[in-house]
């Protein structure tokens, strides 16, 4: 069964979306990125951009309805990732950080706590701007997990 690369699109980076285009074109695996929007992608044969209805989660739902067991998972949705895992496909956010069944219960439940934080006023800020650190950070989890699905 063939790998797919999914790109949960409307938030991901730029700059970890061109890092994931070379490694498509380099190793032949379909990318589909979804997205509510449309938005240009280079004219590359294993790129393909899925525009779904807007509203909550619908891009989610999609990913998770077309994903399979070999396939890889890009997002900086905890939620989604949480159910990704729990399919038993693979899913990086684009910092880097490798989601597993030993760590997206953590990841959910502290999310959900700085969501608590959030909505009661106790924190206004969200997580630090992409950095290039962060787009090298992802690049090396992103190949050492592409290169485990694919092989």
Not at 37 to 58: C, H, I, N, T, Y
Not at 117 to 136: D, F, K, Y
């Amino acid at each position: 069964m063939a790998t797919t690369i999914w790109i949960d699109a409307d938030a991901c980076p730029q700059a970890v979306k061109q890092v994931i285009f070379k490694a498509a074109m380099r190793t032949k695996t379909q990318t589909v990125l979804v997205a509510n929007s449309w938005m240009k992608l280079p004219p590359q044969p294993f790129l393909r951009l899925e525009v779904v209805d807007k509203g909550a989660d619908v891009a989610d739902q999609y990913i998770v309805d077309h994903c399979e067991i070999n396939d890889l998972v890009i997002t900086a949705d905890i939620p989604l990732a949480d159910l990704i895992v729990k399919k038993g496909v693979a899913a990086i956010n684009p910092r880097g950080k490798i989601y597993t069944s030993q760590n997206i219960s953590e990841a959910l439940s502290m999310r959900n706590f700085m969501e608590d934080l959030r909505g009661s006023g106790q924190i206004t800020g969200g997580p630090a701007s992409m950095s290039q650190n962060h787009v090298q950070a992802f690049a090396r989890s992103f190949d050492k997990v592409l290169t485990k699905v694919l092989s």
